[in-house]
Every structure is written in structure tokens, then in C-alpha cells.
């Protein structure tokens, strides 16, 4: 960070605690009775970003209505009551009520928000969405936590908490590791037209080289000195594409630096056969090449002596002699 660039935030920081410091208390949030995903976003995002409403009280009210003291400025009403927030009645083109909530605070062009207040927008506006959308989730709490036909609200309220703060974390880190791309990214264009990129110990920012084209990825994560796990995965645009030739040839390097003879043998075997040549793992979609991971731990003796340039120069080779038919994209 620059220095100017260190003043500009250091004055938003002062702008945002003397706005935080003059901001009204706020004693009451309202959203209407059994809330949709508009009214528990609109809820969260108060409870997330506009200042003193921690210990403000949560109202349900009926929808369309609006409590009796609804002109206080310490009661904010969402998705019901008419207000500055509730985009019913307002003949507005494909919008929702989290929309005039986020626009009115200044957070439109949030990264981390802009998925969520597009999946509200959706289905406000009663438009398709994934069968697997977390709306669908939401909508289905009331059956899962009631009894004797009593709704237990707050377990709900915190299941969507926690849903809007893991989806709004996730998009935050995309839209960071998109802007960290161009520093990180090496790139080759193969002779076949395929796309590698490859990220030395920045494996964050994978997805997003696969947005910028990338056939192939190849990233390593630092495991301490010396050590490192690697991993090669193919995008899913390249459905002809597939990674056997790659796996077969990095686990030759490997053999190779470890002095061990697999002349006569098919290394493009799916899984982990340590006896051969230890670390490297071959996924049964033929689609990801790992040497070490979260989901499997290395031993001293099973990390890669290969170099990452030799990994590279190994993964790029090997798909650049592979058909032409491997590089379309669909």
C-alpha cells in the first residue's frame, strides 16, 4: 500500500467512526411476520452494517403494516410498512426491498453483497432460480424447527445469519482474489490453444483464473521450508480434456528425481499407490492432480522433489503434445 493510499484509508476510517459516533441510536427492527429471504436480508444487513443497531430489538409485525411508532428514527422498517425501505407499492422495475436498504447505506457496490441482494431480487420478482439455492433452505426452516405449531424464530434467524455470512465472506474473498489475479497469475498460451495459468503459493485465486479463460491451473501452497503441496485442476468449460497424460507424467519426474525405475509401468493410475511413487494423487474424475492437501496430509518422505518450475514446465509440455479437440471450449 502507498502512502497516499494509506491516507485515503486512514480518512475514510476517521469519516466512518465520526458517522458511526453521530449516527441515531436504533431501539427497534421491523420486518413482517414469517420473512421471506428480502425481509432476512434486509435484517442482517442492518444488523451487519449500519451502527447501533446491535442491541436493537427485532419486531415482527404483520405484513403490509407498520408499528405504532413507526415515524421514530430509531425504528427502521424493512420490506413492510410503506417506508424508505419497503419496495412495495412503489411500481419499481426488478427490485426488492434489501436493494433500497443496500442503496440507501451505500452498499450496492459491495462485491460480497451483490450475489445475495441478486438472489433476493430474484425472488421478489419471481424469476428461476438454481433448484439448490439456500432461498430454498430458508424458506423450508419454519417446518424444520417448529413444534406443537410454535415456530422457533431465533434458531432460524441465526441459521440465516450464518448462511448470509458464510455466502458473503466467500463472494468478498472472489472479488478480492479477482483484483489479486494479475499480480499472481503467470500465463502460457499452448500451441493447441489451451489456456495454463499458474499460481506459486497463491491457490486463492484459482477460480479466478478460470473466469480469465484458463484451461488448466497449476498452484502450489507453502508447507514450511523446502516443503510444498501442488495442485493441478482443468476448468469445467473443457469437457474433452482430461488430465490422465498429465498425472502419468508428473509422476515420472518423480520417479525420475527419486532415482526409482517406472519404465515398463502405467502411471496414470486413478488414487494414491505410495509404493510407486509417493504423494501424488489422481482424482477418479481425471480432472485434479494433487501432491498433498487438506484432505490428505503428507509424510516427510512423500513430498515432491520436483521443483515448481519443473512441475510447470512438466504440466505445460505434456498438454501442448495433447489433440487440438482437447482445447474447445463449451
Not at 189 to 217: I, M
Not at 252 to 257: L, Q, Y
Request: aromatic residues 8%.
Amino acid at each position: 500500500m502507498t502512502t497516499a493510499e494509506g491516507l485515503e484509508a486512514l480518512v475514510d476510517r476517521l469519516f466512518g467512526l465520526i458517522e458511526e459516533a453521530t449516527a441515531p441510536e436504533i431501539k427497534t427492527l421491523v420486518i413482517h411476520r414469517r420473512p421471506d429471504v428480502d425481509a432476512w436480508l434486509c435484517l442482517w444487513i442492518a444488523r451487519k452494517f449500519i451502527p447501533k443497531t446491535a442491541d436493537a430489538e427485532v419486531v415482527f409485525t404483520n405484513a403490509g403494516t407498520s408499528v405504532a411508532d413507526s415515524s421514530d428514527p430509531s425504528v427502521l422498517h424493512f420490506d413492510t410498512g410503506g417506508g424508505e425501505f419497503d419496495q412495495h407499492e412503489k411500481r419499481l422495475q426488478r427490485s426488492c426491498s434489501a436493494v433500497l436498504l443496500a442503496k440507501g447505506f451505500g452498499l450496492l457496490e459491495d462485491p460480497g453483497l451483490e450475489p445475495l441482494l441478486e438472489m433476493a431480487t430474484k425472488v421478489d420478482n419471481v424469476e428461476p432460480l438454481d433448484p439448490t439455492s439456500i432461498h430454498y433452505v430458508i424458506e423450508g426452516y419454519p417446518s424444520r424447527f417448529q413444534k406443537d405449531g410454535n415456530v422457533d424464530w431465533d434458531t432460524i434467524q441465526s441459521r440465516v445469519f450464518e448462511a448470509f455470512d458464510i455466502l458473503y465472506s466467500r463472494h468478498t474473498r472472489i472479488a478480492q482474489a479477482s483484483e489479486d489475479l494479475p499480480k499472481y497469475a503467470r500465463w502460457a498460451t499452448l500451441q493447441n490453444g489451451l489456456k495454463v495459468a499458474t499460481l506459486l503459493w497463491h491457490p486463492e485465486c484459482r477460480d479466478a483464473a478460470y473466469e480469465q479463460g484458463a484451461a488448466v491451473v497449476v498452484w502450489t501452497i507453502s508447507q514450511g521450508k523446502n516443503r510444498f503441496y501442488v495442485g493441478v485442476q482443468k476448468s469445467r468449460n473443457y469437457p474433452h480434456l482430461h488430465l490422465v497424460k498429465v498425472a502419468d507424467a508428473l509422476r515420472r519426474e518423480e520417479a525420475r528425481s527419486r532415482g526409482v525405475n517406472v519404465e515398463n509401468q502405467n502411471l496414470g493410475y486413478f488414487g494414491l499407490k505410495g509404493d510407486i511413487v509417493p504423494g501424488w494423487f489422481f482424482h477418479d474424475s481425471a480432472n485434479l492432480i494433487l501432491c498433498g492437501g487438506r484432505s490428505h496430509k503428507l509424510k516427510p518422505e512423500e513430498y515432491t522433489r520436483l521443483t515448481p518450475n519443473k512441475i510447470v514446465e512438466t504440466v505445460q509440455r505434456t498438454l501442448a503434445s495433447m489433440p487440438t479437440k482437447s482445447a474447445v471450449r463449451v
